[in-house]
């Protein structure tokens, strides 16, 4: 699974592909109404997603794959699959910055709102969001969390990693002839030194997540209701495949 915050926190991405992020990572904002659609799904420590939460972030999900692709059901017990995923990570990092009292601002979230909408006419930002039939202040609420998020993993894990001086001057050496993502800096100066030290760190930060959200994953339980599960994939059954062997492999380990 690509890491998804660490993809989005280490490199700036196009405006529609996060603004569907903040657009799945509402979800929680609304209720069905119905008794069965408000069942949990998820459970990680005190943050509970209902079947109608994972609903309604799969139909935003869907998007991004083509009409053709995404009728084939590998493809989609795979989608739903991934979106599971990327769900319990998300609700894991906002559970840890919870409990860190880690939190955005009013002013911090409208920055990221203009920035986000300042290419783009207005007319456009109003039309995705009515296409996506998503209130504002629920995506605005989407964002947040991903803000959240990305201040966490910038507390916790980006500055938490030493650059040494011998490493900038190994990078330095090796790669100022070369064409590279600080090509644009002056070698030798301070500031020179501050851009590898800031692009160092990011990419041992990329290389560590995996460890990180692994034992993050160990300070909580999580809990998925198997009995929803399998009425959201319908025809899949056991022995189509072992969701432990894949939910639980790779980051999230073996519960």
Not at 65 to 86: C, E, G, V
Not at 160 to 170: D, F, H, R, V
Not at 189 to 205: H, N, Q, S, V
Not at 214 to 222: A, D, M, S, V
């Amino acid at each position: 699974m690509v890491d998804l915050y660490m993809v989005t926190y280490a490199h700036k991405v196009a405006f529609p592909a996060l603004f569907l992020v903040a657009i799945w990572s509402c979800i929680g904002c609304n209720n069905s109404g119905n008794q069965v659609d408000d069942e949990f799904l998820i459970r990680v420590g005190s943050r509970v997603i209902t079947v109608f939460d994972f609903n309604m972030a799969f139909e935003m999900a869907k998007t991004a794959y083509p009409h053709n692709m995404i009728r084939n059901s590998d493809t989609f017990i795979n989608a739903q699959l991934r979106l599971l995923k990327q769900i319990i990570e998300e609700q894991l990092l906002l559970e840890y910055a919870g409990e860190l009292h880690i939190d955005v601002s009013n002013p911090e979230v409208e920055k990221a709102v203009a920035e986000l909408k300042r290419d783009y006419p207005e007319d456009v930002f109003n039309q995705m969001l009515l296409e996506h039939a998503v209130p504002y202040e629920c995506w605005r609420n989407g964002l947040k969390k991903r803000l959240i998020i990305e201040k966490l993993i910038t507390q916790e894990l980006v500055e938490s990693i030493a650059i040494t001086p011998e490493e900038i001057s190994t990078y330095d050496k090796e790669n100022q002839a070369a064409e590279n993502p600080t090509s644009d800096l002056i070698y030798g100066t301070k500031a020179g030194d501050e851009m590898i030290k800031k692009y160092l760190r990011r990419k041992k930060a990329e290389k560590a997540y995996h460890s990180w959200i692994n034992k993050l994953q160990k300070r909580y339980k999580i809990e998925i209701n198997k009995a929803q599960w399998q009425k959201i994939i319908g025809s899949y059954t056991d022995s189509d495949y072992n969701m432990e062997s894949y939910l639980f492999s790779g980051i999230f380990g073996n519960f």
